[in-house]
T-cell receptor
């Protein structure tokens, strides 16, 4: 089954404790992206990657890191999480970024930073 | 600056009562407009892509249309299972994607 898998689905942690949210897709997609979704603000892009070893900042990259060492994986790293990073996070992928390809989303990771 | 505005924020309909959701946009060089459906606790699920003014696409009870300034998602004779949040997104000439805040649709049986 074609899917985007995120782990963990839920995480409660404390300020300053480094964490990684993993994202993996099995569709051989070139493009991958991370979003956060907050009430009243909608989906906002954090980082995206056009292909292996190519990443770029989205609209709200501060406090986040990403890496793309393999085509299928795109982890999101919070080096020193803060309470304002409490949110619902989505990973997405698409076949080719240009040519208007729709994105396939994971089921989300709900992070609570205390 | 690119902008996507969806209205209404929330909509309650009786089963069978047709209506439309609106997505108005301001974008530098539209490359595509996307509609997604999002159920509680799930990620957005792709519905349609529209590329140019005048284009229409249909899927079951849903029909999406596009003009130069807005898109409509028409829902004909909706059922309770159509209840969800519907998201609109645009892709600009730089391939940047901007999402609207969504319309929460609730269909009453």
């Amino acid at each position: 089954e074609a899917q985007v898998t995120q782990n963990p689905r839920y995480l409660i942690t404390v300020t300053g404790k480094k964490l990684t949210v993993t994202c993996s897709q099995n569709m051989n997609h070139e493009y991958m992206s991370w979003y956060r979704q907050d009430p009243g603000l909608g989906l906002r892009q954090i980082y995206y990657s056009m292909n292996v070893e190519v990443t770029d900042k989205g609209d709200v990259p501060e406090g986040y890191k990403v890496s793309r060492k393999e085509k299928r994986n795109f982890p999101l790293i919070l080096e020193s999480p803060s309470p304002n990073q409490t949110s619902l996070y989505f990973c997405a992928s698409s076949l080719i970024w240009q040519k208007n390809q729709p994105q396939h989303f994971g089921d989300g990771t709900r992070l609570s930073i205390l | 600056e690119d902008q996507v505005t969806q209205s209404p924020e929330a909509l309650r309909l009786q089963e069978g009562e047709s209506s439309s959701l609106n997505c108005s946009y301001t974008v530098s060089g539209l490359r595509g407009l996307f509609w997604y459906r999002q159920d509680p606790g799930k990620g957005p699920e792709f519905l349609f892509t529209l590329y140019s003014a005048g284009e229409e696409k249909e899927k079951e009870r849903l029909k999406a249309t596009l003009t130069k300034k807005e898109s409509f998602l028409h829902i004909t004779a909706p059922k309770p299972e159509d209840s969800a949040t519907y998201l609109c997104a645009v892709q600009d000439r730089d391939d940047k994607i901007i999402f609207g805040k969504g319309t929460r649709l609730h269909i009453l049986p």
